[in-house]
T-cell receptor, first 114, second 112 residues
Framework: AQSVAQPEDQVNVAEGNPLTVKCTYS??????LFWYVQYPNRGLQFLLK??????LVKGSYGFEAEFNKSQTSFHLKKPSALVSDSALYFC????????????FGSGTQLTVLP | EADIYQTPRYLVIGTGKKITLECSQT?????MYWYQQDPGMELHLIHY???????EKGDLSSESTVSRIRTEHFPLTLESARPSHTSQYLC???????????FGPGTRLTVT
């Protein structure tokens, strides 16, 4: 069975500093990988995805993520954090041949301090 | 913003009541999903549909039921609400190809 781990429940970073939100996965085959963000009392918003090709994926709002097959990781990064980036971030995996079902990580609350 | 809508956004209801949470999308997506998001914020798939007249249960056991009579509409029904059903319910859809799921704004349900 597939699984996604976000080892940090909470990440705090100062505004202007780089941020990293970690994600590792366990799934057979070549999965699709996604990052979503959730603001309070809102649904999930898509940030970026890895399907195939270049291991570095760029997404919305200056975020990027690096797919590392050997480490089965897909960490989310941003060079310079903004206070408005404070939100709940979810990593998700869609196993190949899963008929488009996502398995989500437990979420990481990012707080950017002014 | 994706064209996927959920109503109501917030609902407070007494135990034993029957409720229906609405989800509609205008993108013509064939696949639709319902997730339950617990207070710990984890997301669990409770129902999905791959098209009209197709519904399946997800990973998390749920006492709710769903229907898919029209492509754009995927309502979720609780026949008898209980406090344990208090949660946020998120609807999502996806089209063809290697795209991402689009999520609605969610319904926050409180059962007293």
């Amino acid at each position: 069975a597939q699984s996604v781990a976000q080892p940090e429940d909470q990440v705090n970073v100062a505004e202007g500093n780089p941020l990293t939100v970690k994600c590792t996965y366990s799934v057979s085959g070549n999965p699709y990988l996604f990052w979503y963000v959730q603001y309070p009392n809102r649904g999930l918003q898509f940030l970026l995805k890895y399907i195939t090709g270049d291991n570095l994926v760029k997404g919305s709002y200056g975020f990027e993520a690096e797919f590392n097959k050997s480490q089965t990781s897909f960490h989310l990064k941003k060079p310079s954090a903004l206070v408005s980036d404070s939100a709940l971030y979810f990593c998700a995996v869609e196993p190949s041949g899963s008929a488009r079902q996502l398995t989500f990580g437990s979420g990481t609350q990012l707080t950017v301090l002014p | 913003e994706a064209d996927i809508y959920q109503t109501p956004r917030y609902l407070v209801i007494g135990t034993g009541k029957k409720i229906t949470l609405e989800c509609s999308q205008t993108m013509g997506h064939d696949k639709m999903y319902w997730y339950q998001q617990d207070p710990g914020m984890e997301l669990h798939l409770i129902h999905y549909s791959y098209g009209v007249n197709s519904t399946e249960k997800g990973d998390l056991s749920s006492e709710s039921t769903v229907s898919r009579i029209r492509t754009e509409h995927f309502p979720l029904t609780l026949e008898s609400a209980r406090p344990s059903h208090t949660s946020q319910y998120l609807c999502a859809s996806i089209g063809q190809g290697a795209g991402e799921q689009y999520f609605g704004p969610g319904t926050r349900l409180t059962v007293t």
